[in-house]
C-alpha cells in the first residue's frame, strides 16, 4: 500500500482558478489566468479580452477569514475616498472573499482590480515626490481609522517577533546578538514617545516599488495591503525610506530622492516633530518583525535565500542605515 503524504503547500492551477472566476464573477469563455508569483501568497493574473485584474490566493493558514475581510474593508474604504488603489471585486452573490479547497486544507482568494501602470523600480526624483504626495492621501484616509487587525507596536514588533527569529537560526551569533541589543535600544526608544502628537491609523506596513504601479499620467496606485494593521502612521514613511535607502547604494542620490518624496508628503500633509524624529528608528523595528515572518513562513514560499548568509546581509543593511543616520547604540563600534 502506497502511503499519502500531507500536503503543507500547494500551487492552484491556473486553468482551474480560470473556469473558476469565469463562472464566480460572469467573465467571458476568453477569460484567461496565469500565475504571475508564488511568494508569501500567490498571485494570479487574469485578463478578459481588455479587461484585467489580479487574483491573490493566500497560502494556508496565513490569514483567517476576519483578518482579510479587514484588509478589504480597508481598500474599499480608500476607494470610496477616491485614493488610488487596487480594490476588491464581489461575485456573482457579492461575495468578497472566495474559498477554496486545496489539498493542504481551505484557502481564500480574492479578485482584485489590476492597477494601472507598472512597477518602476528605479524612479525618478520627481516620481519620489509623486509617491510621497499619493501616500499622503492615502494616510488622509486612514488616520484615526481602526482595524480588526494586528496593532503594531513595541510588543508586536520586538519583544515577540525576536524569539521566532532566534528559533529559527537555533543558534547565538554576532548577528544575532546584534538585533537582541537593537531590539533593546527600540524599545526604550518607543516608550519615551510622546503619542499625543503622533497620527495614528490604518498603515499599509509594506510601502516600496513592488506594490505600486505609476501610468502614464504619473498617477501612483498602491496595492498589497496585506500587512496591514494600526499604527502610528509614520511607520510607511519611514518603511519607505528603507527601501530607497536599500536600493540606493548612492547615499547622495538617496538623499536627493528622500528629500523629494518628503516635500511631496508635506504637500498634503505636515509631518510632526516627534513623528520626524521617530523616522530613523521605525523602520529598523520593521524590519526585525519582517525578518521574523520570513522565518516564520519559511516552509510557505520561496525560502532558499533564508540562511546565515542572509541573515549577515541583512543585518549588514540595517548598520548601513544607522551609521547613515549618525544613530548611536550599544554595539555602534560593530557597525
Not at 24 to 38: D, G, I, P, Q, V
Not at 147 to 166: A, G, Q, V, W
Not at 284 to 304: E, G
Amino acid at each position: 500500500m502506497k502511503e499519502t503524504f500531507q500536503v503543507i503547500n500547494s500551487t492552484l492551477s491556473a486553468k482551474k482558478i480560470s473556469d473558476f472566476i469565469q463562472q464566480k464573477y460572469n467573465l467571458s469563455k476568453k477569460t484567461e489566468c496565469k500565475l504571475f508569483r508564488a511568494a508569501m501568497n500567490h498571485l494570479y493574473i487574469v485578463t478578459d479580452g481588455e479587461k484585467k485584474f489580479a487574483f491573490r490566493v493566500y497560502t494556508f493558514n496565513w490569514r483567517t477569514k476576519r483578518e482579510i475581510n479587514e484588509e478589504l474593508k480597508l481598500l474599499i474604504h480608500l476607494n470610496t475616498n477616491s485614493t488610488s488603489v487596487s480594490f476588491p471585486i464581489a461575485d456573482n452573490s457579492s461575495n468578497l472573499v472566495q474559498e477554496l479547497n486545496a489539498p493542504e486544507g481551505k484557502r481564500f482568494g480574492v479578485l482584485f482590480s489590476y492597477a494601472k501602470g507598472s512597477k518602476v523600480p528605479n524612479f525618478s526624483q520627481e516620481a519620489s515626490f509623486i509617491i510621497g504626495k499619493a501616500l499622503a492621501k492615502v494616510h488622509k484616509s486612514t488616520e484615526n481609522y481602526t482595524l480588526n487587525r494586528i496593532n503594531y507596536n513595541s510588543k508586536t514588533l520586538l519583544t515577540e517577533s525576536l524569539p521566532r527569529t532566534k528559533q529559527f537560526f537555533q543558534k547565538d551569533s554576532e548577528e544575532i546578538t546584534f538585533l537582541e541589543t537593537l531590539s533593546n535600544f527600540l524599545k526604550i526608544k518607543f516608550e519615551n514617545l510622546k503619542e499625543q502628537n503622533m497620527r495614528n491609523g490604518a498603515v499599509h506596513l509594506d510601502v516600496w516599488f513592488d506594490n505600486m504601479h505609476i501610468d502614464e499620467n504619473n498617477e501612483v496606485t498602491f496595492f498589497d495591503f496585506d500587512f496591514c494593521g494600526n499604527s502610528w502612521l509614520c511607520l510607511d514613511i519611514s518603511y519607505f525610506l528603507f527601501q530607497l535607502f536599500s536600493t540606493h547604494l548612492n547615499e547622495n542620490e538617496y538623499k536627493i530622492k528622500a528629500d523629494s518624496f518628503i516635500k511631496g508628503y508635506e504637500t498634503e500633509i505636515e509631518i510632526t516633530k516627534e513623528e520626524r524624529e521617530l523616522l530613523p528608528y521605525a523602520c529598523l523595528a520593521i524590519m526585525v518583525y519582517y525578518i521574523s515572518i520570513q522565518c516564520d513562513r519559511f516552509d510557505y514560499w520561496t525560502n532558499i535565500f533564508l540562511n546565515e548568509h542572509h541573515l549577515k546581509r541583512f543585518v549588514g543593511n540595517l548598520k548601513r542605515w544607522i551609521n547613515f543616520n549618525n544613530i548611536e547604540i550599544e554595539l555602534k563600534a560593530s557597525c
